[in-house]
């Protein structure tokens, strides 16, 4: 099978091309200094930029993988969730595309492409899937924190997920409150390497309720009252770099934790993670330093899959299709607010 898949649920703009389990390409447009500008993503500037990048990125996508598009067997994008005016330009750019070569069109969810994306790997990416196994999976990223027991292929369960700021809201917001540029993520993980995590002590936010719900905002306020009363904080380095890894190390044991109690409740013996924090190197050690603890099998994605992809797209899209999943008909729309069941 032969698939091209596209995916516009927020700021990247991206295009891959899928065979038999081996991505050809994946080429991927970010808007991040764009938005860096206005401290976040402004839904209407991420349309415009994928109106002006989708051409040439999926030109990319067919010119690397030398495919024409008459040689397609299908065609996939990102259904929800996601940003509905961004979400809009690659769906239906992916029907027009299937309606003109009159191939099957597919429907995906973001967050589900998630879940399988840690089982992508190598240089070209392929998709082992023949080591899949029963997993509790932790999607991590700016809008979403998740926990997923995937009890076989295509069939999974939501355990628990955000109920206000998710985990990357939570590292962004206060990044921004200790004055760092925007994304602030990837900044605290860099200046937290540097800093003593035991610092400042900040709440831990449902740690012990006896659910895998997540909850960040709490945190978020300690640390805007903490610098409100401590504003001379932020004019030493070495604080500001504390206070990261102090943040940090709050919201990594909170995931960590949780990850690790609902694997051992479910009685699976694996773990897996991705979404854009699951880049965060600290994370991505305490995990590693954990499951190997407790015996568990950790599969992480690779850093280029944790963001926002269409390479994980075109990966489920196709196990989806090789399943008999039902097609998308033409008359689909998007759906922004699409929780994954």
């Keep these: 099978m032969l698939l091209l898949a596209l995916e516009t649920s ?7 091309v899928v065979r038999d389990g081996k991505v050809l390409a994946n080429v991927v447009s970010s808007q991040i200094k764009l938005h860096a500008e206005y401290g976040g993503v402004v839904p209407e500037l991420a349309a415009r930029e994928h109106l002006k990048n989708l051409p040439p990125v999926v030109h990319a996508a067919l010119s690397e993988a030398a495919v024409l ?3 397609l067997d299908a065609v996939a994008a990102t259904q929800g969730p996601g940003l509905g005016i961004a979400l809009l330009i690659g769906f239906k750019a992916a029907q027009s595309v299937a309606f003109a070569l009159n191939k099957p069109f597919i ?30 999976s932790l999607i991590v990223s700016g809008g979403h924190t998740l926990l997923v027991l995937v009890a076989s292929e295509l069939k999974h369960r939501v355990l628990g997920g ?9 590292f962004d917001k206060t990044g921004k409150l200790m004055g760092l540029a925007y994304p602030a993520g990837p900044v605290i993980d860099r200046l937290a390497e540097q800093g003593n995590p035991k610092a400042y002590d900040f709440p831990r936010p449902l740690l012990h309720e006896a659910n895998d719900d997540f909850s960040f905002s709490g945190l978020k306020t300690s640390v805007r009252y903490f610098i409100r009363d401590q504003p001379e904080l932020l004019n030493d380095p070495r604080k500001i770099r504390d206070l990261c890894a102090s943040v940090q190390a709050a919201i990594i044991e909170v995931l ?25 190197r ?20 690779e850093k280029k899959l944790c963001t ?5 797209i075109g990966m489920l899209a196709e196990r989806k299709l090789l399943a008999h999943a039902p097609l998308s008909p033409w008359d689909e729309e998007i759906r922004p607010g699409w929780a994954l069941a």
């Design 10 to 16: 927020c700021d990247e703009t991206s295009a891959a």
């Design 107 to 136: 429907g995906i969810n973001h967050h589900e492409a998630h879940l399988y994306s840690p089982w992508i790997s190598g240089v070209p990416s392929i998709a082992d899937f023949s080591s899949f196994q029963p997993n509790v």
């Design 282 to 301: 600290a994370l991505r050690s305490e995990l590693e330093r954990a499951s190997k603890q407790h015996g568990f099998a950790l599969h992480l994605a």
């Design 256 to 280: 960590d934790n949780k990850a690790l109690r609902a694997a051992k409740r479910e009685g699976v013996r694996c773990l897996t993670a991705s979404g854009g924090v699951t880049c965060n």
């Design 69 to 71: 598009p008459a040689q």
């Design 162 to 170: 955000t109920i206000d700021d998710a985990a990357g809201e939570c």
């Design 308 to 312: 926002d992809n269409a390479a994980m």
